[in-house]
C-alpha cells in the first residue's frame, strides 16, 4: 500500500525545498520509503497563522484523502499546546496530522551540515530570534552565489549535506527524531 503524506509549510515557496526531502528521508527512515510526498502550494501559504487557518478550515475538505499530514510550524510562534491542540483537531475529523516545531526556525535542518560555518555557535543558533535573516541567509547567498542554478536558492543543496548524516542531524535537532519516531509509531514500524 503506497502512503501519501502532505507536507504543510509556512511558506511552500521558501521551506519546500527544505521540507520536502525532510519528510522523505524521515518517512524512508520509519520504514516507508515510496512514500509519496507532496508540498502544501495551494493555497500558498504565508505565515503561521494563515497555516493554521487552513489546517483548520479549508484542508480537511480539499486534501482529506493524505493518509498523514506533516506540518513544521516554526517555533517562535507555534507552542507545544497549540499545536497539540491543532493534532487534536484534526485527529477529531479523522485527519493524521503531526506537527514538527521547529527551533527556532524551518532553516535550522539546512544548517546542521554547516554548523562549524555559522558566525554563531550551533546552541546560540537554535535559540536566535533572527536566524533566517542574520545566520542563514548569510551562509545560503554566498551558496547562490558560487551554484548559481541551486534549486531553493541554495536550500535544497544545504538540506541534502545535512541529510547526508541522518542521526547527527536528530542529535542537533531531536525535534527531527521525535517526529520520525512518532512517524514510526503511527506507521507502526520499529
Same mark, same amino acid.
Given at each position: 500500500?503506497?502512503?501519501?503524506?502532505?507536507?504543510?509549510?509556512?511558506?511552500?515557496?521558501?521551506?519546500?525545498?527544505?521540507?520536502?526531502?525532510?519528510?522523505?528521508?524521515?518517512?524512508?527512515?520509519?520504514?516507508?520509503?515510496?512514500?509519496?510526498?507532496?508540498?502544501?502550494?495551494?493555497? $500558498? !501559504?504565508?505565515?503561521?497563522?494563515?497555516?493554521? /487557518?487552513?489546517?483548520?478550515? &479549508?484542508?480537511? %475538505? @480539499?486534501?482529506?484523502?493524505?493518509?498523514?499530514?506533516?506540518?513544521?510550524?516554526?517555533?517562535?510562534?507555534?507552542?507545544?499546546?497549540?499545536?497539540?491542540?491543532?493534532?487534536?483537531?484534526?485527529?477529531?475529523?479523522?485527519i493524521t496530522l503531526l506537527c514538527c516545531r521547529a527551533q527556532p526556525v524551518v532553516e535550522i535542518f539546512a544548517c546542521a551540515a554547516f554548523r562549524g560555518q555559522l558566525p554563531v555557535t550551533w546552541e546560540d543558533a537554535r535559540n536566535?530570534? $533572527? !536566524?533566517?535573516?542574520?545566520?542563514?541567509?548569510? /551562509?545560503?547567498?554566498?551558496? &547562490?552565489?558560487? %551554484? @548559481?542554478?541551486?534549486?531553493?536558492?541554495?536550500?535544497?543543496?544545504?538540506?541534502?549535506?545535512?541529510?547526508?548524516?541522518?542521526?547527527?542531524?536528530?542529535?542537533?535537532?531531536?525535534?527531527?527524531?521525535?517526529?520520525?519516531?512518532?512517524?514510526?509509531?503511527?506507521?507502526?514500524?520499529?
Amino acid at each position: 500500500m503506497s502512503l501519501n503524506v502532505l507536507v504543510i509549510p509556512e511558506d511552500p515557496k521558501l521551506n519546500g525545498h527544505i521540507l520536502k526531502p525532510l519528510a522523505e528521508r524521515l518517512l524512508e527512515d520509519a520504514g516507508k520509503p515510496n512514500a509519496r510526498v507532496k508540498v502544501l502550494d495551494n493555497p $500558498r !501559504l504565508r505565515g503561521y497563522d494563515q497555516a493554521v /487557518r487552513a489546517i483548520r478550515g &479549508q484542508l480537511p %475538505q @480539499r486534501y482529506e484523502f493524505f493518509d498523514l499530514w506533516l506540518f513544521f510550524p516554526d517555533a517562535d510562534r507555534a507552542g507545544t499546546e497549540a499545536v497539540n491542540d491543532l493534532e487534536a483537531d484534526l485527529d477529531a475529523q479523522g485527519i493524521t496530522l503531526l506537527c514538527c516545531r521547529a527551533q527556532p526556525v524551518v532553516e535550522i535542518f539546512a544548517c546542521a551540515a554547516f554548523r562549524g560555518q555559522l558566525p554563531v555557535t550551533w546552541e546560540d543558533a537554535r535559540n536566535h530570534r $533572527r !536566524l533566517k535573516e542574520e545566520v542563514f541567509e548569510p /551562509r545560503r547567498s554566498m551558496l &547562490q552565489k558560487l %551554484q @548559481r542554478r541551486v534549486p531553493g536558492g541554495g536550500r535544497r543543496y544545504m538540506i541534502e549535506q545535512s541529510l547526508r548524516n541522518l542521526p547527527l542531524l536528530y542529535r542537533l535537532c531531536p525535534e527531527v527524531e521525535r517526529l520520525r519516531d512518532r512517524i514510526a509509531a503511527w506507521l507502526g514500524t520499529p
